[in-house]
DNA sequence: ACCATTTGACCACA
DNA sequence: TGTGGTCAAATGGT
């Protein structure tokens, strides 16, 4: 018998979805209004944890409805909410929910690799990460990610509980909606406990050398980076700089954020959006 | 020296 | 007992 929430979620109109991720840009916009307010002294520090929590609430409610979005693939198969009885016991009480995408998803949250492993009957190694505040937040956060068989360019990961750190806020922003991104918004969040720029990024951005970076000129990324960007990812070939292990492609590299030495500032939206405005659908790649 | 990753060992469960 | 998940010492990079 069909769970309830699995029929709901077969029958949300992708406009709510998308009405939902709307209100979610919009709360990130009013936080950074709010924090500008607070300030100058104008706004409570409770209103802007307010609009915190709405954006966590859109954040929270946003996952199980948008995990196909990247991947293109069935809810049935690829993004439903486990909450079969089979899952692992060690993880009992644990919500977990999966995303299919063409690259380790980069998905606002640093985290820490703590293994890897051989998974019977899988070609690929599947590594385990956990959230790097786990012990300074206590944050039980841990996610999986496994390159898929079928599809060797493609990524699982696999997500196991919600962050309670302080990062959680970080997520509110990932997948911000189109028109925020069309209209060349910045949301400039000015934390300086973002995590550092990841060394794969720049390997995606030919351009921007990492000695000549100035965080301070670098709103966003100009338009021809994100065309590099699409087409470097569009074709098969090894990703630049990419590190391989002796398994092949070594996905360690680009799931976490964690503390690289780079010394920029590179605000976390400008590489959020990419993960979550390229959705590297076959039709839209360029005939080579 | 510090921190993240690697990797073999250990543990829990089916 | 096999498998998957986690731990922790070793290793490497900055």
């Known amino acids: ?65 948008s995990c196909c979005e990247s991947g293109k693939v069935p809810v049935s198969s690829d993004c439903q909410l486990d909450l079969s009885k089979k899952r692992s016991t060690r993880r009992k009480m644990q919500e977990t929910w999966t995303r299919i995408t063409d690259m380790p998803i980069e998905d606002g949250y640093t985290w820490r690799k703590y293994g890897q492993k051989e998974i019977q009957n899988a070609k690929h190694l599947r590594s385990y990460f956990r959230c790097t505040y786990r012990f300074d937040s206590g944050c039980e956060a841990t996610k999986q990610v496994q390159r898929i068989e079928a599809n060797s360019t493609k990524f699982q990961t696999k997500y196991i509980g919600h962050h309670t750190c302080q990062d959680a806020l970080k997520s509110s922003f990932v997948a911000m909606d189109d028109s925020i991104v069309e209209e060349g918004y910045l949301l400039n969040f000015e934390t300086k406990t973002l995590p550092k720029q ?91």
């Open 198 to 288: 990841d060394p794969l990024f720049f390997s995606f951005f030919p351009s921007i050398k990492q000695s000549e970076y100035n965080p301070s000129c670098s709103e966003y990324l100009p338009p021809q980076d994100l065309t590099k960007f699409k087409s470097s990812v569009a074709t098969t070939e090894p990703l630049p700089s990419a590190s391989q292990s002796s398994h092949g492609y070594d996905i360690s590299d680009h799931t976490t954020s964690s503390s690289s030495s780079f010394d920029m500032d590179l605000e976390l939206m400008d590489y959020v959006y990419l993960n979550d405005v390229f959705l590297f659908n076959d039709e839209e790649l360029p005939k080579t």
């Open 1 to 65: 018998m069909e769970s309830r929430v699995a029929r709901n979620l077969s029958l949300v109109p992708e406009n709510v979805t998308e009405e939902i991720f709307r209100g979610r840009g919009y709360a990130a916009q009013l936080q950074i209004v709010l924090r500008e307010l607070t300030r100058s002294g104008q706004v409570t520090a409770t209103a802007e944890d307010l609009v915190t929590k709405i954006s966590r609430s859109f954040t929270e409610a946003l996952s199980p409805l």
